[in-house]
C-alpha cells in the first residue's frame, strides 16, 4: 500500500483534525438549507405530497455522488500515487482517461461539465429572478410591464455572469475553494432563517434580517482574517469551515432577535 493510514478515518493525523473535518463536514450539509437554487426545486413542487418522495431521492442522490466521489479519490490514489497531482482537480478526466476508453472518458467528463453548467445557470437564473421581481418589481417599479422585466431579468443575467467570469480568472484560488466560499455564505446567511421559519412562528422580519447579516458576515470575517491560523496556533491541527460559525451565530441571532421584537412586529 503506499500509505495504510490514508485509510483510516484521520488519515493518519491528529483526533482534533478528525473531529474538525466531521464538524466541517456536517456543516457542508446544513448548508444545503440556504442555497438558494437549491431552495427553488422543493418551491417546484407540484403538492406537499411530492416531499416524501423529493427527499428519498435526494438522499439517495447525494449517498451516490458523494460516496462515489469518495472511492473515486481512493482509487486514483492508489492508481496513480499520492504526489501524481500538483492539481488534486485535474484528478477526475485524468483517471476517466486512463481507465475508460475515449469516447466514453469523453462522456463522462462532459457529465461532470454538464453538472457544473447546472448549477452555474440556476445561480444566474436565481440571482436574476431575486433582483428583478423581489426588487426592482416589487420596490422600484410595482408597473412595470412584463415585457420589461424579461428585459431586465437578461441584463442582470450577463452583468452577473461577466462580474464571476472576473472574479473566477483573476482569482487564484481552486474552483474548490471559491464554491466552498460561495456555499458558506449562501447557507449561514439564508440557511438559519429559513429553518427557524419553517420551525418556528416566533420569526420576525428584524430577525431575519440580523440572522441574514450576521451569518454573511462571520465568514467574511472567518475566510478573510484567517481566523483557521489562530485556531491552529492554539490548538494544533484545528481547523473549522467558516459555514460551522455563521450558521450557529445567525441562526442564535434570529431567534434573540426576533424573540426580542416579536411584539413590536405584531
Known amino acids: 500500500a503506499i500509505d495504510p493510514d ?32 437549491l431552495a427553488v426545486r422543493y418551491m417546484s413542487l407540484r403538492s406537499p405530497q411530492d416531499v416524501s418522495a423529493a427527499r428519498g431521492i435526494a438522499v439517495v442522490y447525494g449517498f451516490l455522488t458523494y460516496g462515489g466521489a469518495v472511492l473515486m479519490g481512493i482509487v486514483a490514489l492508489a492508481w496513480f500515487g499520492a504526489s501524481n497531482f500538483t492539481d488534486t482537480e485535474l484528478m477526475m478526466p485524468a483517471f476517466a482517461q486512463a481507465v475508460f476508453p475515449g469516447w466514453l472518458a469523453g462522456l463522462l467528463i462532459c457529465g461532470a461539465l454538464a453538472a457544473m453548467m447546472s448549477t452555474a445557470d440556476s445561480q444566474l437564473l436565481v440571482t436574476s429572478s431575486s433582483f428583478t421581481e423581489d426588487l426592482y418589481h416589487q420596490e422600484m417599479e410595482p408597473d412595470a410591464s412584463q415585457e420589461k422585466l424579461v428585459k431586465i ?45 419553517l420551525w418556528w412562528s416566533g420569526v420576525t422580519r428584524n430577525g431575519v434580517l440580523a440572522g441574514m447579516i450576521t ?41 434573540g432577535v426576533s424573540a426580542m421584537t416579536r411584539r413590536s412586529d405584531k
Open 6 to 37: 490514508l485509510l483510516t478515518l484521520s488519515g493518519g493525523r491528529s483526533p482534533v483534525i478528525l473531529w474538525s473535518g466531521i464538524v466541517s463536514g456536517f456543516a457542508i450539509g446544513i448548508g444545503y438549507l440556504g442555497q438558494p437554487h
Open 215 to 255: 451569518g454573511l458576515t462571520t465568514v467574511l470575517l472567518w475566510d478573510n482574517l484567517d481566523v483557521n491560523a489562530w485556531l491552529s496556533d492554539q490548538v494544533e491541527g484545528l481547523r473549522l469551515y467558516s459555514l460551522a460559525p455563521g450558521f450557529l451565530l445567525s441562526l442564535l441571532v434570529t431567534w
Open 153 to 197: 431579468g437578461r441584463i442582470v443575467t450577463v452583468v452577473v455572469g461577466l462580474i464571476a467570469f472576473a472574479l473566477t480568472f483573476y482569482s487564484g484560488s481552486s474552483i474548490f475553494k471559491k464554491v466552498l466560499f460561495a456555499w458558506a455564505g449562501l447557507g449561514a446567511a439564508f440557511g438559519p432563517p429559513m429553518l427557524l421559519c
